[in-house]
């Protein structure tokens, strides 16, 4: 199976422009969570969604928002960028077998300037 | 509120030797997952291991082995016979409830020393 896919794996933005990631889970994987990660806040839930909805969210501002389709592929967006949004964004995958287990994408690297 | 802790920020460990990582963790759930996160300079994060709470028995996958104390809300990893691909940052996870509801700690990144 292929892995979980995120395009584009770098990307650099102005402060103030919106951004558009994408995320391929693995084939079969329902499940799409997207994380963010900083050096100094550590890897910061964002969001989940599973079936096209979102189950679960993390304590992150309105400008955060994703979506999901029916293929179950996934895309998070920010507008208004600001500086602290640079970070390296992952995504993962998970199937419906408990215990959840989370397959992570190479991630998409943010840099706002 | 849910809470991951990894006191050791950087650790190393000499080639063919065991390292043990520590991790804690803060809940008032009684049926969770707890797993161990590797990411190596590459980027990519992969599961190492997991454990269900509610199993007693320590989760082992090969040179990887955990020690679960359920009532310290303790949980483990020991790397055996260390290797140099092992050098990365690993994160503690812990998961409960329906979905995807994730906390990982701090991470720990571990040198291996040839």
């Known amino acids: 199976k292929a892995g979980v896919t995120q395009t584009p794996r770098y990307l650099i933005k102005t402060r103030g422009q919106q951004v558009t990631l994408s995320c391929s889970p693995i084939s079969g994987h329902r499940s799409v969570s997207w994380y963010q990660q900083t050096p100094g806040q550590g890897l910061q839930f964002l969001f989940e969604y599973f079936s096209e909805t979102q189950r679960n969210k993390g304590n992150f501002p309105g400008r955060f928002s994703g979506r999901q389709f029916s293929n179950s592929r996934s895309e998070m967006n920010v507008s208004t960028l600001e500086l602290g949004d640079s970070a390296l964004y992952l995504c993962?995958?998970?199937?419906?077998?408990?215990?959840?287990?989370?397959?992570f994408g190479p991630g998409t690297r943010l840099t706002v300037t | 509120a849910q809470t991951v802790t990894q006191s050791q920020p950087e650790m190393s460990v000499q080639e063919a030797e065991t390292v043990t990582l520590s991790c804690t963790y803060d809940?008032?759930?009684?049926?969770?997952?707890l797993f161990w996160y590797k990411q190596p300079p590459s980027r990519q994060m992969i599961l190492v291991i997991r454990?269900?709470?509610?199993k007693q028995q320590n989760a082992t996958e090969n040179r990887f082995s955990v020690n679960f104390q359920k009532a310290a809300k303790s949980f483990s990893l020991k790397i055996s016979d260390s290797q140099l691909g092992d050098a990365a940052m690993y994160f503690c996870a812990y998961s409960w409830g329906y979905g995807q509801n994730f906390v990982f700690g701090p991470g720990t990144r571990l040198s291996v020393l040839p």
């Open positions: 454990q269900e709470a509610y």
């Open positions: 993962a995958s998970s199937g419906l077998e408990q215990p959840y287990e989370q397959y």
């Open positions: 809940t008032s759930e009684s049926d969770y997952y």
